[in-house]
T-cell receptor, first 113, second 114 residues
Framework: ETGVTQSPTHLIKTRGQQVTLRCSSQSGHNTVSWYQQALGQGPQFIFQYYREEENGRGNFPPRFSGLQFPNYSSELNVNALELDDSALYLC????????????FGQGTRLTVV | GENVEQHPSTLSVQEGDSAVIKCTYS??????FPWYKQELGKRPQLIIDIRSNVGEKKDQRIAVTLNKTAKHFSLHITETQPEDSAVYFCAASWVKAAGNKLTFGGGTRVLVKP
C-alpha cells in the first residue's frame, strides 16, 4: 500500500505567478482534501475533491482551484500569487464511508517572493 | 462554520509527567474529533480519534475525552517521553459519506524535558 505523495517538496515563485501542486492519494482512496498551513498555525481547509468533483470549499478566493483525475490524484492551482500564499500545502486522502481517517502527504513548501 | 480553539499553545513537561491539551469547538453538528502529531518538517500523523457517540477512548499512553454538552475534548498523554516532543493539533469535523473536512485548532507545541 503506497502512502500519499506530493510534488514538488519545495518551490519558490514570484508574486503574480501561477503554481501547480500535485498529490497522489493513498491506494484505494477516492477523496482528496487540500490544506494550507502557515508557519506556526494549524492547517486550514482549502477544498475537497470526491469522484472528480469539488465537494466543499473553505474560505479561499477563486484563484485557488483544483482538479481530481480518474485515478484520484489531484492538483492544486494558485493564480496571481501573493506573498501571503507562502505556506506548507498539504493534501490528505481518505476513503468514503464511515472509516474516514485522513492520511496526509509530506507537503509542498511554497515560498512567494 | 466550525471554529476550534486549542490550549495551551506551548507546554513543557518533565519526562514521566502527564500532558493535557484542551480544545473547544463551536458546531454542535461535528461528530468526529481526531488528534494529529506533527514533528518538525514532517507530515501530520493521526495519533487517536474519537466519535461523538463515545465519551472516552484510550490507546496505550494516549487518551482522549469528549464532552458533547460542553463542546470540548481533551488529549491526555501519560508517562511522557522525549519522543513525544512535537506539535499536536486537534480537529473537528462533520463526517459525511464523501469524507470529512477538518477544522484544526492552532496547535500545541509540547516539549518533554529529559
Amino acid at each position: 500500500e503506497t502512502g500519499v505523495t506530493q510534488s514538488p517538496t519545495h518551490l519558490i515563485k514570484t508574486r503574480g505567478q501561477q503554481v501547480t501542486l500535485r498529490c497522489s492519494s493513498q491506494s484505494g482512496h477516492n477523496t482528496v482534501s487540500w490544506y494550507q498551513q502557515a508557519l506556526g498555525q494549524g492547517p486550514q481547509f482549502i477544498f475537497q475533491y470526491y469522484r472528480e468533483e469539488e465537494n466543499g470549499r473553505g474560505n479561499f478566493p477563486p484563484r485557488f482551484s483544483g482538479l481530481q483525475f480518474p485515478n484520484y490524484s489531484s492538483e492544486l492551482n494558485v493564480n496571481a500569487l501573493e506573498l501571503d500564499d507562502s505556506a506548507l500545502y498539504l493534501c490528505a486522502s481518505s476513503l468514503e464511508g464511515r472509516n474516514t481517517e485522513a492520511f496526509f502527504g509530506q507537503g509542498t513548501r511554497l515560498t512567494v517572493v | 462554520g466550525e471554529n476550534v480553539e486549542q490550549h495551551p499553545s506551548t507546554l513543557s513537561v518533565q519526562e514521566g509527567d502527564s500532558a493535557v491539551i484542551k480544545c473547544t469547538y463551536s458546531d454542535s453538528a461535528s461528530n468526529y474529533f481526531p488528534w494529529y502529531k506533527q514533528e518538525l518538517g514532517k507530515r501530520p500523523q493521526l495519533i487517536i480519534d474519537i466519535r461523538s457517540n463515545v465519551g472516552e477512548k484510550k490507546d496505550q499512553r494516549i487518551a482522549v475525552t469528549l464532552n458533547k454538552t460542553a463542546k470540548h475534548f481533551s488529549l491526555h498523554i501519560t508517562e511522557t517521553q522525549p519522543e513525544d516532543s512535537a506539535v499536536y493539533f486537534c480537529a473537528a469535523s462533520w463526517v459525511k459519506a464523501a469524507g470529512n473536512k477538518l477544522t484544526f485548532g492552532g496547535g500545541t507545541r509540547v516539549l518533554v524535558k529529559p
